[in-house]
């Protein structure tokens, strides 16, 4: 075991942590929320991304807006509190990276398909917009960024002498990488293991900038 010495957080380093703290919620509040109550979604086949398509899409597309810049504000909270521990460099520039991408996520609308929105032909659209396979790219590094996390901070908390957070941190990446895989097979309901991965992984972030930021 290694004796892990956060740093001291002043008042802008609790209020970034902050930032990690709130994305995760926020994301998923909204998110489901739409899911559950926009005409035709069906989180079973439709992916969180198309959600930014229709009349209603702005809702999602400042929704990944907002939470990769809150993402972005904690990974620099948990740069500050980490330096000098292990997993204490890489980690928050995955999780920094991950904002970026969620936020360009946002910027690079997914395409329509599969009956979302309302009315949009049912079945794969036969050729992706630029925008959509830049949507694609970023949502990739996206999700790497935030499963590598997940297991950066697993070794910070093995090295820290916390195994319960040391396992749940390596659990929560495990899900997601599971949840991608799924759904990037084609498997049934990929949508929806998706979805939970993410949000399960986005959670865990948040239970980290929580715990550093009451250590601190």
Same mark, same amino acid.
């Given at each position: 075991m290694t004796t892990v010495q956060l740093h001291t957080a002043t008042p802008a380093t609790? +209020? =970034? =942590?902050? $930032?990690?703290?709130v994305a995760a919620p926020l994301f998923a509040v909204v998110s489901l929320t739409q899911a /559950?109550?926009?005409e035709g979604f069906d989180l079973l086949r439709h992916p969180i991304s198309m959600l930014s398509t229709g009349d209603l899409g702005w809702l999602q597309i400042a929704n990944f807006l907002v939470s990769g810049a809150l993402t972005v504000a904690g990974a620099i909270g948990l740069r500050r509190v980490l330096r000098g521990t292990p997993g204490g460099t890489w980690a928050p520039r995955l999780i920094l990276v991950n904002g970026v991408a969620m936020a360009a996520a946002g910027v690079f609308v997914m395409d329509p398909g599969d009956g979302f929105p309302a009315g949009t032909p049912l079945g794969q659209t036969g050729t992706m917009s630029w925008q959509g396979v830049m949507h694609m790219v970023a949502g990739s590094i996206a999700f790497t960024a935030l499963i590598a996390a997940c297991f950066v901070l697993g070794r910070h908390y093995s090295r820290? $002498?916390?195994p319960g957070f040391a396992a749940a941190s390596r659990l929560a990446g495990l899900i997601f990488? /599971? $949840?991608? $895989?799924?759904? !990037?097979?084609?498997g049934r309901a990929g949508s929806l +293991? =998706?979805? %939970?991965?993410?949000?399960?992984? !986005?959670?865990w972030?948040? %239970? %980290?900038a929580a715990d550093k930021r009451a250590r601190s």
């Open positions: 609790r +209020t =970034l =942590l902050a $930032g990690s703290i /559950f109550t926009r820290a $002498g916390r990488a /599971f $949840g991608d $895989g799924w759904a !990037m097979s084609g +293991t =998706l979805c %939970v991965g993410a949000i399960t992984a !986005m959670v972030i948040a %239970v %980290v």
